[in-house]
Nanobody, 124 residues
Framework: QVQLVESGGGLVQAGGSLRLSCASS????????LGWFRQAPGKEREFVAA????????AYADSVKGRFLISRDNTKNTVYLQMNRLKPEDTAVYYCAASSEWATTHVPEKYNYWGQGTQVTVSS
């Protein structure tokens, strides 16, 4: 069982930065692929970024590539999402999730565990 708790969301002006954190209480944190998804009002949940078990492999949605950076610290059971040059269209609830598969990292249905989400609002 993996429990995930996100933090770090908030209100920021366009062009600003935020760093999201997702802490896990599970002892098997290092066994999972970790991903970030987001969901804006009236829209489907979409993939943002993911990172492999050892932190070497990463994947990003085209909309955030070059602006967002995902990382993890397995000694702290925490995954991070550094978000730079934020845009109003980045406004959403951001969720972290854990999966045992890397090949389907962009598919939310393949993730076994989810956090409760943290709100990110980017003002223009």
């Amino acid at each position: 069982q993996v429990q995930l708790v996100e933090s770090g969301g908030g209100l920021v002006q366009a062009g600003g930065s935020l760093r999201l954190s997702c802490a896990s209480s599970g002892r098997t944190f290092r066994d999972y692929v970790l991903g970030w998804f987001r969901q804006a009002p009236g829209k489907e949940r979409e993939f943002v970024a993911a990172i492999t078990w050892n932190g070497i492999g990463t994947a990003y949605a085209d909309s955030v590539k070059g602006r967002f950076l995902i990382s993890r610290d397995n000694t702290k059971n925490t995954v991070y999402l550094q978000m730079n040059r934020l845009k109003p269209e980045d406004t959403a609830v951001y969720y972290c999730a854990a999966s045992s598969e890397w090949a389907t990292t962009h598919v939310p249905e393949k993730y076994n565990y989810w956090g409760q989400g943290t709100q990110v609002t980017v003002s223009s």
